[in-house]
Nanobody, 125 residues
Framework: QVQLVESGGGLVQTGDSLRLSCVASGRTVSLRTMGWFRQAPGKEREFVAAFRQSSPITVYADSVKGRFTASTDNAKNTVFLQMNSLKPEDTAVYYC??????????????????WGQGTQVTVSS
């Protein structure tokens, strides 16, 4: 079992930055693929970024590439999503997700059995 707790959301203006954090606890956390997803009002949950903590490769959605950076502090079992140059269309609830041990960095929701409660990000124009 894995528990995930996100924080760091808030209300910002266009062009501002935010850093989301996700503290993970439970078995084999450091071996798992970690992902960030978001869900805007009235829309389906969508992929933002994913990586495996033992790999330097991170996969990003085209809509955030060059603006968002995912990273990890393995010693603290914490993953981050640094979001720069925020736009109103980035407004959503952001979720941290954990996949299976030794999994691949997937953009598919089904690849992540564990989810946090979400943190709201609102970008005003």
């Amino acid at each position: 079992q894995v528990q995930l707790v996100e924080s760091g959301g808030g209300l910002v203006q266009t062009g501002d930055s935010l850093r989301l954090s996700c503290v993970a606890s439970g078995r084999t956390v450091s071996l798992r693929t970690m992902g960030w997803f978001r869900q805007a009002p009235g829309k389906e949950r969508e992929f933002v970024a994913a990586f495996r903590q033992s790999s330097p490769i991170t996969v990003y959605a085209d809509s955030v590439k060059g603006r968002f950076t995912a990273s990890t502090d393995n010693a603290k079992n914490t993953v981050f999503l640094q979001m720069n140059s925020l736009k109103p269309e980035d407004t959503a609830v952001y979720y941290c997700a954990a996949g299976r041990p030794y999994g691949t960095a997937s953009s598919l929701i089904g690849g992540y059995p564990y989810w946090g409660q979400g943190t709201q990000v609102t970008v005003s124009s």
